[in-house]
């Protein structure tokens, strides 16, 4: 039998610890067991052989740690080939040499992780990562795997890069098993559900969890599993909890108790069984013996609609799903200036903003004409799942963009959209099988949008038969009928409305909808948009794109969630309408007594909303300009003075700088004409370093005094820097590294600049760095601190701050 | 066989001193207005709320020679560590964190306020520097008649960061608690430590933390 009719017909039998085994066998602490392969390999042979007799129909090579990172063939040491052929080897004697004769016997290829985090919050790029794991999955298949078993995984992204190299280096069956915590976390935040539903859409074959956990802490969490996955779910735990004794690791729980515990994981559903760390031939044995007569839970489809982040998952059909529209530079003159800055803090600003605001999942538009958007909606989408946990919907007409995006999403993602045109489905619906995803489907085709709620049915049935054509389910789908605005056809939102039920009866299908629209043309939009949202969230709708800053947007929300009997006790709008009195409450006695020193005062003492209020009243009479060079640089002036005297800290440099800019965004709302944005600096952290809190703090500095701050980040290759400082033609670089292992790198990006951009002035700083290093790598200027900084922009640029 | 442990304290055994905060936002013994002492303090609630203090030891022999020091596992010849381990049979390895959400809070921070960020910063130095001292106050204990020595992380005095490997690879810390090094042998999450603590002799009491053993006497942290 091949290894999916075993799991499809029966219980499937993996291993257990190896770790174990090889320590017993003095393997010591830090030693790489890989190389055993190659130098011990009678013991992995042994190994190999006892599981196979034990009863495992399954067995792992021992190439947990074989990547290129560890084995990389200089200096003597072994390639991953080279591990991987001699790991495959030991296991193919072994199962020669087993008792039982070779039938129904594999060999799995284990892939662990690599050790290292990957971007944004660690410095590995998904693309490397996938080279790394591909490097092993390739020289796996070559020496005659039967499975890859992807294991002990403790983040998503990692585990996703591991499945799509296996998916694009192999027709193997893939097992995936991550590693959770007594509370059902990966290290690195994602639930059971959000791991199901990234997983089922990448196309794993099995899905599951072993390691760190015993089988009882397991068994609480196997039915969270079981609840969502229609996927052949796996458990390997270990032999319990270890402790040490005497320096020995000693496992709580004995082969019997395992195997008690391991008959009840079957009857909840558990089908791919084996043990980890502690569990030992003896375990299987038992295991085998206990269970190989159960017929275990029949695996059946869930139908749900789900999206993923790298931490939870959210399921649509249950309340409805309020996503966020604000990462969209459509009629948003402030936001297209950012996209265009490639100001990605900006639209990380706004992503956080509507999480606060009570958004589910963030849409993500940054199409402009003129930008190179697959470059920076991944971008965007990286740099968003570093900080904001909200699954995403990525919103792009692009299909060479939302490949990109789909790929390296933390997650399953919304995929915003397809439509009923040939084209559209044909480059869509490949996306969607490959990565995964909730697809929002547009009623509407080459033919334009029907006018009857039967048209858009239509419409809708051709996609799902296109859809399932591609092993698409209608659960993937979800359906957008249309807003179109009243002001130019009255019947338009009637239509809309009529056809979510009819899709919902006809279809079984949930339907999504952009509603704002409904209002355009007409005054105070929001009483339209909103009362109409409720119209139809009673018909059904599971989930709407909506400006969440809007007042009444959020009052229709949660008046219907308490109408619709989804708020139990009415305490989520209790909460709500609480924090909306406490908010107009604090509006109205915003006559609070004025700051004693006015705005100047306000700055100083860092208070943000003061300064905002009293720019936004003294705008009232003021001229802009006079606000500024009376009120805010003087403020500044004050603190950056109180700075260089340590009169005054960084953290209160810092909240004075905010406060400024606060005052300043009031002001430039007063002038919208402005240019608003003096001379542009390149920023970055140099390659090889991570720490990104000197560079942010120069940035705050320098958009207060008018910079246009063009922020590289951190971790920047030289090459990037340059090409900034190119492509926005800056006078001046500034460079900070906290390292002195960065410091040659950031002399590397020094001398590309002075190659490349030969009148480009460049200031450095950081930690490290001091007057002699700044001179020996050849800067123009050292800056002790912000403020320096700060001057020095002014001696470039001969401006007098 | 040596085995390593995982340790786990809850954010109540952890204490996030203010006054520590206010050392790592260098304003020495200076005491902060209204606005910044309340945005510390929300500073330290929030990463008290998301923090995750774990960590791995593994006791080791170890054996002094003049400047080679030898764990068994791995060797080294640096003059500071033989200078801190002189006397001591046995030492602890171990990898201390604060978790990976922690290090997407700073992140977060860094994103929305900058002042945050350089509070939340200097809260997350203060919570992993009081964990570290709270697991050594507790090994002290587990230690008697012994006494344990500061402890001493890869990159302190002449001991190369390139340590870092080795010691995290013996921790088994990515596993374990979570804790990677980068291309450039940083540890993600930030707030973190590795570090070998001596098993000293009875009798020969060290402070953990004291400044006037450094000779760095211009350091703004010095207290």
């Known amino acids: 039998m091949k290894v999916l009719d075993c799991v499809k017909k029966g219980i499937f039998y993996l291993d257990g610890g190896t770790g174990t085994l090889l320590q017993e066998r003095g393997l010591a602490p830090g030693e790489l067991p890989e190389l055993w392969n190659l130098t011990r390999p009678e013991e992995i042979i042994a190994v190999g052989k006892a599981y196979y007799e034990a009863g495992s129909h399954g067995v792992c090579t021992n190439t947990f740690g074989a990547n290129a990172l560890k084995f990389d063939g200089k200096d003597g040491r072994p390639t991953v080939?080279?591990?991987?052929?001699?790991?495959?080897?030991?296991?193919?004697?072994?199962?020669?040499?087993?008792?039982?004769?070779?039938?129904?016997?594999?060999?799995?290829?284990?892939?662990?992780?690599?050790?290292?985090?990957?971007?944004?919050?660690?410095?590995?790029?998904?693309?490397?990562?996938?080279?790394?794991?591909?490097?092993?999955?390739?020289?796996?298949?070559?020496?005659?795997?039967?499975?890859?078993?992807?294991?002990?995984?403790?983040?998503?992204?990692?585990?996703?890069?591991?499945?799509?190299?296996?998916?694009?280096?192999?027709?193997?069956?893939?097992?995936?098993?991550?590693?959770?915590?007594?509370?059902?976390?990966?290290?690195?935040?994602?639930?059971?559900?959000?791991m199901v539903a990234m997983l089922e859409g990448l196309g794993a074959d099995v899905i599951g969890l072993n390691c760190s956990l015993g089988p009882r802490q397991m068994l609480q969490l196997l039915p969270r599993f079981a609840a969502c996955s229609s996927t052949p779910l796996l458990v390997k735990p270990n032999a319990g909890l270890p402790r040490s004794e005497g320096g020995k690791a000693v496992f709580d729980v004995t082969p019997s108790e395992f195997v008690e515990l391991m008959k009840e994981m079957v009857g909840q559903g558990a089908r791919v069984v084996g043990g980890c760390c502690g569990t030992t031939p003896e375990y299987i044995r038992g295991l085998v013996a206990a269970t190989s007569g159960l017929t275990p839970v029949e695996v059946t489809p869930k139908r749900l609609s789900v999206v993923s982040s790298y931490t939870h998952a959210v399921t649509f059909g249950e309340s409805p799903v309020?996503?966020?529209?604000?990462?969209?530079?459509?009629?948003?003159?402030?936001?297209?200036?950012?996209?265009?800055?490639?100001d990605i803090g900006y639209v990380l600003k706004e992503g956080l903003a509507q999480q606060e605001q009570g958004a589910h999942v963030l849409d993500v538009n940054v199409g402009l004409p003129e930008i190179d958007e697959p470059a920076l909606l991944a971008d965007c989408v990286r740099e968003l799942q570093g900080v904001c946990n909200l699954p995403l919907q990525l919103d792009t007409s692009n299909p060479a963009a939302m490949e990109r995006a789909m790929r390296i999403y933390n997650?399953?993602?919304?995929?915003?959209?397809?439509?009923?045109?040939?084209?559209?489905?044909?480059?869509?619906?490949?996306?969607?099988?490959?990565?995964?995803?909730?697809?929002?489907?547009?009623?509407?085709?080459?033919?334009?949008?029907?006018?009857?709620?039967?048209?858009?049915?239509?419409?809708?049935?051709?996609?799902?038969?296109?859809?399932?054509?591609?092993?698409?389910?209608?659960?993937?789908?979800?359906?957008?009928?249309?807003?179109?605005?009243?002001?130019?056809?009255?019947?338009?939102?009637?239509?809309?409305?009529?056809?979510?039920p009819l899709i919902r009866q006809e279809l079984g299908a949930r339907c999504s909808l952009g509603v704002s629209n409904i209002s355009f043309g007409l005054p105070h939009r929001d009483f339209i948009t909103a009362t109409f949202f409720t119209m139809a969230l009673a018909q059904g709708l599971a989930a709407a794109i909506i400006n969440p800053y809007s007042a009444e947007m959020l009052k229709a929300y949660h008046s219907y969630l308490a109408l619709a009997g989804l708020d139990p006790n009415c305490s989520a709008y209790i909460q709500f309408a609480q924090n909306l009195t406490a908010q107009t409450a604090s509006a109205s006695t915003a006559q609070r007594p004025p700051v004693a020193e006015g705005l100047q005062g306000a700055i100083i003492r860092g208070l943000q909303e003061d300064a905002s209020r009293l720019a936004r009243e003294a705008l009232a009479t003021a001229e802009p300009l006079t606000l500024i060079n009376e009120e805010i640089v003087p403020a500044l002036d004050v603190v950056g003075q109180g700075f260089e005297n340590k009169t005054v800290f960084l953290p209160q440099l810092l909240m004075s700088a905010e406060a400024a800019k606060a005052a300043f965004e009031e002001v430039r709302r007063a002038m919208p004409a402005a240019e608003g944005s003096g001379p542009p600096v390149v920023l970055a952290t140099v390659k090889g370093d991570i720490h990104d809190i000197g560079k942010n703090i120069v940035k705050a500095l320098l958009?207060?005094?008018?910079?246009?701050?063009?922020?590289?980040?951190?971790?920047?290759?030289?090459?990037?820097?340059?090409?900034?400082?190119?492509?926005?033609?800056?006078?001046?670089?500034?460079?900070?590294?906290?390292?002195?292992?960065?410091?040659?790198?950031?002399?590397?990006?020094?001398?590309?600049?002075?190659?490349?951009?030969?009148?480009?002035?460049?200031v450095v700083g950081g930690a490290v760095l001091t007057q002699e290093y700044a001179d020996q790598i050849g800067a123009d200027r050292y800056a002790r601190n912000a403020m320096e900084t700060v001057r020095y922009a002014g001696e470039v640029f001969s401006r007098k701050d | 066989m040596n085995t390593v442990e995982l340790i786990e304290l809850s954010a109540q055994e952890v204490e996030i001193p203010p006054q520590a905060v206010r050392r790592y936002l260098g304003m020495g013994r200076h005491r902060p207005d209204e606005a910044l002492?309340?945005?510390?303090?929300?500073?330290?609630?929030?990463?008290?709320?998301?923090?995750?203090?774990?960590?791995?030891?593994?006791?080791?022999?170890?054996?002094?020679?003049?400047?080679?020091?030898?764990?068994?596992?791995?060797?080294?010849?640096?003059?500071?560590?033989?200078?801190?381990?002189?006397?001591?049979?046995?030492?602890?390895?171990?990898?201390?964190?604060?978790?990976?959400?922690?290090?997407?809070?700073?992140?977060?921070?860094?994103?929305?306020?900058?002042?945050?960020?350089?509070?939340?910063?200097?809260?997350?130095?203060?919570?992993?520097?009081?964990?570290?001292?709270?697991?050594?106050?507790?090994?002290?204990?587990?230690?008697?008649?012994?006494?344990?020595?500061?402890?001493?992380?890869?990159?302190?005095?002449?001991?190369?960061?390139?340590?870092?490997?080795?010691?995290?690879?013996?921790?088994?810390?990515?596993?374990?608690?979570?804790?990677?090094?980068?291309?450039s042998l940083l540890m993600i999450p930030q707030k973190s430590v590795s570090a070998m603590v001596g098993i000293g002799t009875a009798g020969c009491e060290t402070n953990l933390h004291d400044c006037q053993l450094c000779d760095k006497t211009d350091c703004p942290f010095r207290m």
């Open chain 2, 37 to 183: 002492q309340s945005l510390v303090e929300q500073c330290v609630e929030e990463f008290r709320r998301i923090a995750r203090y774990r960590a791995c030891r593994l006791v080791l022999p170890v054996q002094v020679e003049g400047e080679k020091v030898d764990f068994g596992l791995f060797a080294l010849s640096s003059r500071s560590l033989s200078k801190n381990l002189a006397g001591c049979r046995q030492a602890i390895l171990f990898a201390a964190t604060t978790g990976a959400e922690g290090e997407r809070l700073l992140k977060r921070a860094a994103v929305t306020s900058p002042a945050k960020g350089v509070v939340l910063d200097a809260v997350g130095t203060a919570a992993i520097e009081s964990f570290c001292d709270t697991l050594c106050r507790r090994w002290a204990e587990e230690f008697k008649p012994h006494s344990l020595r500061p402890r001493f992380s890869p990159g302190y005095g002449d001991v190369p960061l390139e340590l870092q490997k080795t010691l995290l690879s013996c921790l088994d810390s990515s596993r374990k608690i979570g804790i990677t090094l980068t291309g």
């Open chain 1, 411 to 500: 997650g399953k993602p919304m995929v915003n959209s397809v439509n009923g045109s040939a084209e559209s489905m044909d480059a869509i619906f490949p996306l969607v099988k490959k990565y995964g995803g909730l697809v929002v489907c547009l009623t509407l085709d080459e033919q334009g949008i029907p006018e009857t709620p039967e048209g858009r049915l239509a419409v809708a049935k051709k996609i799902a038969q296109r859809a399932a054509e591609y092993g698409i389910g209608i659960h993937d789908l979800i359906f957008d009928p249309l807003a179109l605005t009243i002001s130019s056809d009255a019947k338009a939102a009637q239509v809309t409305l009529d056809t979510i």
């Open chain 1, 81 to 194: 080939e080279d591990v991987v052929f001699a790991a495959v080897d030991c296991l193919k004697k072994a199962r020669a040499s087993a008792e039982g004769g070779q039938e129904n016997k594999f060999i799995a290829l284990d892939v662990g992780p690599l050790g290292r985090l990957f971007a944004p919050i660690g410095d590995l790029s998904f693309e490397e990562g996938v080279e790394l794991f591909a490097q092993v999955i390739r020289a796996g298949v070559k020496a005659g795997v039967d499975l890859v078993l992807i294991e002990t995984m403790n983040d998503s992204y990692e585990t996703k890069a591991a499945v799509l190299a296996a998916k694009e280096n192999s027709n193997l069956p893939v097992f995936v098993s991550n590693v959770y915590d007594e509370s059902g976390h990966l290290m690195t935040g994602a639930s059971p559900e959000a």
């Open chain 1, 703 to 762: 958009e207060n005094y008018g910079y246009r701050v063009v922020d590289l980040g951190r971790d920047v290759p030289a090459q990037k820097v340059v090409e900034a400082a190119q492509e926005h033609k800056v006078q001046l670089v500034g460079l900070s590294a906290l390292m002195t292992t960065t410091v040659p790198s950031m002399a590397e990006t020094i001398a590309l600049l002075r190659k490349e951009c030969p009148g480009c002035k460049v």
């Open chain 1, 322 to 342: 309020l996503i966020g529209e604000r990462i969209n530079p459509t009629g948003k003159k402030r936001f297209q200036e950012a996209l265009r800055n490639r």
